[in-house]
DNA sequence: TTAACTGTTGGATATCTGTCCAACAGTCTC
DNA sequence: GAGACTGTTGGACAGATATCCAACAGTTAA
């Protein structure tokens, strides 16, 4: 029951700080995720899917945790999985042009092609 | 003599990372410096004139060195001043938006009137 | 030349952070 | 229920960092 899932916690869209935000991207496996989760809801966190094989999963969990306490994903629990989205609408109505100008600045980072939302 | 001062070390156009550049700005202090910066060229590193009267000089110039090593900044030493400046063209021309995007979300930040290149 | 001024550098220190590991909780499958 | 699976939490630890202070170098002024 209840197959939805439970949000885990996360900040107000008042309360996204910009330089919380912007320390969050300062690291280069987070700015990676946040680039993956820009292009889907992103519904496997194992190093390996994400392209992070040499990370434990611990360390990837804790990524997420900044990402997500910082303001800029959505996280639904839903069984034993983590179903992952970027906050684009709140980020957009709060920091507008933002997203966009980091996404197109995190272009050709890496091969992110591999990494959209599989099926 | 060569009253035109010298260049600090600065990275070059194409050396400028973009996660470097945002852990940059993931600091409060180094994020107010960043918007006082893209007002107009500083004249003037000392604490009270940048509205950071709180902190050492030895750690506003420690800022000033990371903003500059991550390629948001340029400085002109002359005499005993330093000449600081937005290195907005550069910036723009890697990142397009970015800057835009990050100033506008700083807006509001603090009072930054204050702040504008004096005379 | 002596003194004041601006900013840098190195040392010290407390805090933060990225990483791994082990243990755990909840979930799914057999 | 037993075991496998996914992800979280706490501990440990090395490295980074923000801050201050003292000492210094170069510059300007008296």
Redesign the interface.
Known sequence: MDNDGEWLPQPDVADIQ???V???????VR?RLFAIYATGEQYDCSSERLGLGHLHKSTVSHHMRVLREAGLTSTRAVGRNRYVRLRRADLDA?????V???L???EG?DDLDDLKPAD
Not at 22 to 28: F, N, Q, S, T, Y
Not at 94 to 98: S, V
């Open positions: 910009l330089a919380k912007l320390h969050a991207l300062g690291d280069p700015l709060r920091f507008p042009g933002l966009k100008a980091l197109t600045a995190a980072l």
